[in-house]
């Protein structure tokens, strides 16, 4: 079984990935710490995120780095939005996406494009949403516990332009699947958006695949 989960900035689709995954039994990708990586490697003096030569050769980055913590904050998410429009590197981290999704088992993968290009025959999709005055409120919280000092207008600007760009790209824009179930998770526990998002899989699924 196949579970793609997209969404946008801080929406919960990584912490909802992860529960549906513990709760099929399935191994979770996080498909943005590729493009994490990649902005990663081009900061770390390796070229111009803005150049899709560069960051093209930036794919090709050792895959210890993915567990790197460093790829986590902010800025990497802003310049991975950066490269993540280069449709040679859309292209370039593809393999590895789609070998991933197309394991025995399954698996459930994150990011913006997974119910539309990477795994277009998943068997349940999500696209998980919040108001970006809610995920600027959840990113920023989380920030401040790992000691940022950024301001939560400061966030709020760089979610809204992550949405922008994210959305408004050529290749594999940001979007809910026309197949996708929208969950809304501005209101909701963490919680209690898992126990819904197990709830809109299972009726994907049916019954007898349970
Ligand atoms: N429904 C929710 N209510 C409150 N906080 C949430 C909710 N979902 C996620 N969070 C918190 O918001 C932050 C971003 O969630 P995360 O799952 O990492 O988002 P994404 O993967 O979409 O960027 C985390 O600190 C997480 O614990
Ligand atoms: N499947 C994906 C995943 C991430 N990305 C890009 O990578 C950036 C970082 O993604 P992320 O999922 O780690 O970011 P957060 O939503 O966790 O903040 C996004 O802003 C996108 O530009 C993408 O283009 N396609």
Redesign the pocket.
Known sequence: MIIAVDG???SG??TIARALAAHYNLPHM????L??AVAHTLVHGHGEAENEQDALAACSFDDALLADPALKGEEM?RV??IV?AHPLVRSALMKRQRDFARRKRGAVLD????GTV?APNADAKLFITATPRTRALRRHAEMQKSGSQMSFDHVLTDIRA?DR??AGRVTAPMAQAEDADLLDTSFLSIDAAVQRAIALVDARIGAADR
């Open positions: 946008p900035a801080a689709k990584g996080d498909t943005g710490l493009y994490r998410g991975a939005s993540s990011g913006r494009d997974i990477i992550r760009r994210d």
